[in-house]
């Protein structure tokens, strides 16, 4: 069975960085692609980044420049270093892998 389990939101100010990490099980990890989509409150799911088992990647254009989404086999997880942050990056962020979502992870950032 598939687990995800997401780490590292927290409150930052404006401008501040944070860096979430995602350690997955259960699942072929070096095989399959990974996301982190966030969900701001009254708003839809987004996708903010997503990396491809390849490495490959791609972003919101809302983050380009600021967020990294990377992956580390060995140790089965995918992180999303976010730089830079805006009180329009509040919400909770959500890992993806093929059909499993995470438990999702506040993240708050104050002006």
């Known amino acids: 069975q598939v687990q995800l389990v997401e780490s590292g939101g927290g409150l930052v100010q404006a401008g501040g960085s944070l860096r979430l990490s995602c350690a997955a099980s259960g699942t072929i990890f070096r095989l399959v692609g990974m996301g982190w989509y966030r969900q701001a409150p009254g708003k839809q799911r987004e996708l903010v980044a997503f990396i491809t088992s390849s490495g490959n990647t791609n972003y919101a254009d809302s983050v380009k420049g600021r967020f990294t989404i990377s992956r580390d086999s060995a140790k089965n997880t995918v992180y999303l270093q976010m730089n830079t942050l805006k009180p329009e990056d509040t919400g909770v962020y959500y890992c993806?892998?093929?059909?499993?979502w995470g438990q999702g992870t506040q993240v708050t950032v104050s002006s």
């Open positions: 993806w892998s093929p059909n499993k």
